[in-house]
């Protein structure tokens, strides 16, 4: 059977933010004021404190394949834009648009599959 491991990027990049959204989560819904919910998981049993930590990991999780997408998503549109952009400036008599430059990626991508083994 394999092991289950925990790793450091795993707490700082999951548990801790799900901990964190969780709280956020709870505390904006005024069912519990924040001062309960801080007494309620302190005075937890250790299986639903292990619990909580799984449903944190999980949520933190989620949250930072979101973050992922768009991060990416706005990332890779201002790159375009800075590339695009100092073209021109450094062309200003070049009358190329936009289209020309995402065809011009698409060909020298399919290109690249050709050099690949």
């Not at 004021?33 to 999980?58: D, G, H, K, M, Q």
């Amino acid at each position: 059977m394999n092991k289950i491991r925990l790793g450091v990027f795993d707490v700082f990049s999951y548990i801790i933010p799900g901990i964190f959204y969780s709280f956020v989560f709870l505390s904006s819904l005024n069912i519990f004021p924040t001062n309960e919910i801080i007494r309620y998981i302190s005075s937890a049993s250790v299986n639903l404190f292990f619990t909580y930590l799984l449903v944190a990991y999980i949520i933190g999780f989620v949250f930072d394949w979101f973050a992922s997408k768009y991060f990416k998503i706005i990332y890779e549109k201002s790159e375009k834009r800075k590339v695009i952009e100092h073209f021109k400036n450094e062309n200003p008599d070049s009358n190329i648009s936009n289209y020309y430059f995402s065809s011009l990626r698409n060909m020298s991508r399919n290109l690249s599959f050709c050099f690949q083994k």
